[in-house]
C-alpha cells in the first residue's frame, strides 16, 4: 500500500538510464517515477512513453517546465506539455525561473510567471496535463526561481482553474516556512496540490547549493508531518523522492531506489 | 549627510584591527562602525569603548547576542548585553540559533527563541539596550537562526515592549520574501525597526553559504527601495553595511571602507 504510493524521481538517480529506471521502478513494484525531459528525450519519449505502458509504471510527474525568463519560454513549454502529454503524465512541475539578466526587478519578473502561465493553460487543458507551479527555497530566488512560498505560488495560480494550475509541494523547499503548515490547508482547499515530494534538508550546503539535499530521513525535516498535512488537506496522489547529490548520484540505481524507498517507508508514509 | 548616515559593520572587513577600523571610519567621516563581540572582547570591551568616545565614532550595533539553542545562552546573553551597554552600543543585534543538535523540531525552537527573549527583557531594559531580532535568509534555518521572515520576528517580538526588543531588517536575508514591503511598513508601524543593515546577493553561492554576500550595486537587490520603504516606515537610524564574503575580506580595510561607501551612495543612500 504505502509502497504503492512511492514514486522515484529521475533526479535521484541522475544516471540512471531512463530503460534501467522503469525497469527497476516495476521490479520494485512502486507506484511511479518522476521523469526529466532532457534524459527522457535523450532516450526518445515515445519509447519511453511505450516502455513505461508495457512495464504498468505509471510516470506521475515531468520535470521541468518553466524558466519564464528565457526569450524562448512559450514554445518551449509548449514542448514540454506535448511530451507530458505522450507520455500519459499528469503533472507538468514549472521550475519558474529567475531574475532574466541583469535585472533587479523581482516583482516584475514574479509578475511574468503568472502571466505566462496564463499563456499556456489553454494548451495544457487540451493535452490534459496539469502544470504545477513549484515553490523552491528562497535560496534560489534570483538564478532558479522567483517563487519563493507556498502562499505565493497559490496566489500565481489562482486565476486560472485548478485542474489546469496546481502547486507542487516539496518539503526541501518549503519546511522553513512558518506559514507552510496554514498554505498546505489553503492548498488543500482551493484543490491545488498537484503533487507531493519529499527530500530532506542537510548541512552545510555545498557551493552552487543544487546538489545539497539528502534521502529522507538523514536531515532535519519533519517529513512525515508534511505527509499527513498534505493527506488532510485532500492529496491523495503519489509521494515523489527527489533528492539531488552528488554522493547519491554516485552510488548504483537500483541501491538509490531501495534507500528512498527504505528512507520513504520509515520517515514518510 | 548620506555619509553621516553610512556605519560600517566590522565583519565586511573581518581582518582589520578594531583600533585600525575606528580610526579609519573617523578619517572617513562616516556615522559610525557596528562591532562584533569575539573581536572587541580580543581588543578590551573598555578600551574599544574609550577609542570609540575619543575619536567621536558611534557604535551603532554589536553583534552578536543569540544563539538560544546554546546551553549557556542566558548567562551569554546577558554578558552581550553588559558590553553594548559598555560600548554605549543602542542595539544588540540577535542571531537566534538553529536547530537543537538533532532535532527536527523547528516549531518548538521558535517557541523556545520568543521566550529566550523575554527572559533577556528585563537585563536589557536596565542596561538601556534594544534587542534586534534579525531574521536570517531561510538558507540558514536549521544551522544559524530559526527566525526565517520579518514577519515571524515581529510576532516574536511582540509581548514585549519595542524600546526593548525590535527588529534588524537586513536586506541580504529578507530580499526574496514576497510578504516584504507590507512587513517593513508593519514593523515601523509598531515602532520595531531597531536597525537597518544592506548587503547584496549574489550568486553562485559558495560552499557553506556564509561568505556569499556582496557589496552594495553588486548584486540584484533593489537596495533604495529598501532603503526608502525603511525611511518611510519612520526608521530614522543609520545604515550598516555588512558583507561577509571571503574576496572583500582579502582586501586592505580602508579600501573595502571607501567601497562600501561609494557602494551605499550610489545605490543605497
Given at each position: 500500500m504505502s509502497r504503492a504510493r512511492f514514486s522515484l524521481n529521475a533526479a535521484t538517480t541522475k544516471r540512471w538510464p531512463v530503460d534501467e529506471l522503469l525497469a527497476g521502478a516495476a521490479a520494485a513494484g512502486i507506484g511511479g517515477v518522476g521523469l526529466w525531459r532532457e534524459e527522457t528525450r535523450a532516450y526518445g519519449v515515445e519509447k519511453a512513453a511505450a516502455l513505461a505502458r508495457d512495464l504498468g509504471v505509471p510516470i506521475t510527474t515531468l520535470c521541468r517546465g518553466g524558466f519564464f525568463q528565457e526569450p524562448g519560454w512559450y514554445d518551449e513549454n509548449r514542448r514540454a506539455i506535448d511530451e507530458a502529454h505522450t507520455l500519459g503524465t499528469p503533472v507538468l512541475v514549472l521550475v519558474c525561473g529567475g531574475l532574466p539578466d541583469g535585472s533587479r526587478d523581482v516583482d516584475g519578473a514574479r509578475r511574468h510567471v503568472g502571466d505566462a502561465i496564463g499563456e499556456l493553460v489553454p494548451h495544457a487543458r487540451a493535452a490534459g496535463v496539469r502544470l504545477a507551479i513549484e515553490p523552491l527555497?528562497?535560496?534560489?530566488?534570483?538564478?532558479?526561481?522567483?517563487?519563493?512560498?507556498l502562499g505565493q505560488a497559490l496566489d500565481l495560480a489562482r486565476p486560472y482553474p485548478a485542474e489546469s494550475v496546481g502547486v507542487c509541494v516539496d518539503t526541501y523547499h518549503v519546511w522553513w516556512d512558518p506559514e507552510v503548515w496554514e498554505q498546505i490547508a489553503r492548498a488543500g482547499a482551493e484543490h491545488r496540490i498537484a503533487t507531493f515530494q519529499a527530500a530532506d534538508w542537510i548541512t552545510p550546503l555545498p557551493e552552487g547549493v543544487l546538489l545539497g539535499r539528502a534521502l529522507p530521513g538523514d536531515g532535519v525535516i519533519e517529513l512525515r508531518r508534511f505527509r499527513e498535512a498534505v493527506d488532510a488537506a485532500g492529496y491523495t496522489g503519489p509521494v515523489e523522492v527527489e533528492v539531488f547529490h552528488a554522493d547519491v548520484w554516485a552510488r548504483p540505481g537500483a541501491q538509490v531506489l531501495a534507500e528512498a524507498l527504505d528512507g520513504y517507508l520509515a520517515h514518510v508514509a
Open positions: 527555497h528562497p535560496m534560489f530566488a534570483s538564478d532558479r526561481c522567483v517563487v519563493s512560498t
